[in-house]
């Protein structure tokens, strides 16, 4: 706990030691990930750069609680924002007349309020029964209704489907019924 806090204060007060000790401690396992998927050094350092300002810019507004290490916070908090920019890029047509006009502020409040809504997600999985849990994991990570009748010993893909539309069913209403819910629909 107390290192999470410590970590924290060093983005908070912008105190160069500690932010280069999280970046020794992170930047190699966000490296390895953004050059694994089609990535550049650059591209990891600027992801790296953006979800430490995300994560200072979000607590300084609202302090909130990691559930797990801050290394891993950031880690996952990279790999969003590595996603994203790939799947904006995948969508972007280039023209060289025309100047994107993305203020980075509006970015940014886009981005903090994308991992909040992940974090959000990610809690009310947890609180689905194991099996309901297990079977949207193969689901999201987009393992086929074969394999899956094979994991889970289904009986058929039929039956795969009716499981996963009812812990999908279970999971949704567990994030509707959260008081943050409102708050971070899609405007």
Excluded at 36 to 57: C, H, M, P, S
Excluded at 163 to 169: A, E, P, S, V
Aim: glycine share 2%.
């Amino acid at each position: 706990m107390a290192e999470k806090a410590q970590h924290f204060d060093s983005l908070l007060n912008n105190d160069s030691k500690g932010i280069m000790a999280i970046y020794e401690i992170v930047f190699p396992r966000v490296r390895k990930f953004v050059l694994q998927n089609r990535g550049k050094q650059q591209d990891a350092e600027d992801i790296f750069q953006k979800a430490l300002l995300q994560i200072t810019v979000r607590y300084r507004k609202e302090k909130f609680e990691i559930h797990s290490s801050f290394e891993a916070y950031l880690f996952t908090t990279c790999k969003n924002l590595w996603r994203k920019e790939l799947k904006i890029s995948k969508n972007r047509v280039t023209n060289t007349d025309i100047v994107e006009l993305v203020s980075a502020e509006r970015d940014t409040a886009l981005t903090i309020l994308e991992q909040e809504r992940w974090e959000l997600f990610t809690e009310k999985l947890n609180l689905v029964s194991e099996n309901c849990k297990k079977v949207l994991t193969l689901f999201f990570n987009n393992t086929s209704y074969k394999d899956i009748v094979k994991i889970m010993g289904y009986n058929s893909e039929t039956v795969a489907r009716q499981r996963i539309f009812k812990c999908k069913g279970k999971l949704s209403e567990a994030i509707k019924e959260d008081h943050r819910y409102n708050s971070l629909k899609k405007l």
